[in-house]
């Protein structure tokens, strides 16, 4: 089966990224392995988060943007594939039999963070659902929008060859700002084979499209995401510390990585 030799090392980078800016829960269940985590945690955080303010023609932002290339990264699998594979924490040890992992191992604890995060209750005022098929994420999107609601998806497009991870990108155009009376922000999280954690948060969200020049030559059509109230995050979240700002003080913005998808009624561009 091909979904089992899905890259680990592209998994535990969604990992990271996941853990810092779109899931909000603090437990024991989001430790992840620490040596790994010290790393890489400052460069990401550090890369990740801006203002609104910062979209400007001609200004200069450190970005970080992952080199992997979009076209290697696990795909969802059909339903009827993903259906017959148990998506649970009590089956963990037979499926790190399935996929041929040991117990302790870097791929054992992303497959249980990811189970575990999906089996988490939703926050307060969030909708939140795991997709393992595209035909459940479709299925679970025209929920939320309803079914009279015609919706597209959008990502961050790499629109050239992109060698150097962490650079400073220029905003080169006046940024795209989608209208969407709800958007549906599904992230990718490190498992065998493609699994989305997709959630839908109450209050106002602005999303912008914004084209970027790296300074090593790099253009990225860029997905980012601003949160204007953010009065029930955690307030150890990476945000506060990098923009130096404390929970419902001000809108928190995030670029998305390539490999994160966001749905959108349609059309809706400002």
């Not at 249980?112 to 459940?136: D, M, N, V, W, Y």
């Not at 150890?236 to 404390?246: E, I, K």
Request: charged share 20%; hydrophobic share 35%.
């Amino acid at each position: 089966m091909g979904y089992r030799i899905a890259s680990f090392s592209f998994l535990f980078h969604g990992l990271l990224l996941v853990s810092q800016y779109c899931c909000t829960h603090s437990n024991g269940s989001r430790e992840i392995n620490k040596e790994m985590h010290d790393l890489q945690q400052a460069a990401i955080d550090e890369n990740i988060f801006f203002t609104a303010n910062d979209l400007k023609v001609g200004k200069s932002i450190p970005i970080y943007f992952s080199t992997k290339s979009p076209s290697t990264y696990p795909h969802l699998l059909p339903r009827e594939e993903s259906d017959s594979i148990p998506f649970s924490s009590s089956q963990l040890p037979n499926l790190l039999d399935f996929f041929s992992f040991p117990k302790h191992s870097p791929q054992a604890k992303a497959m249980e963070h990811t189970l575990s995060q999906c089996e988490l209750p939703p926050l307060r005022g969030e909708t939140k659902f795991c997709a393992t098929s595209l035909e459940s994420m479709l299925d679970s999107t025209r929920g939320v929008f309803g079914l009279g609601t015609q919706f597209r998806v959008l990502t961050t497009k790499l629109l050239s060859r992109h060698t150097a991870a962490f650079q400073n990108y220029t905003v080169l155009e006046k940024p795209n700002e989608i209208l969407s009376p709800e958007i549906v922000a599904c992230h990718s999280m490190p498992y065998p084979y493609a699994v989305f954690y997709c959630h839908v948060k109450d209050g106002e969200h602005r999303v912008f499209e914004v084209l970027l020049g790296g300074e090593n030559g790099e253009r990225v059509e860029a997905l980012g995401v601003c949160h204007v109230d953010t009065s029930q995050w955690d307030p150890d979240h990476a945000a506060f510390r990098v923009l130096g700002t404390r929970p419902g003080r001000s809108p928190v913005c995030h670029f998305f990585p390539a490999d994160n998808l966001i749905w959108v009624a349609s059309p809706s561009v400002l």
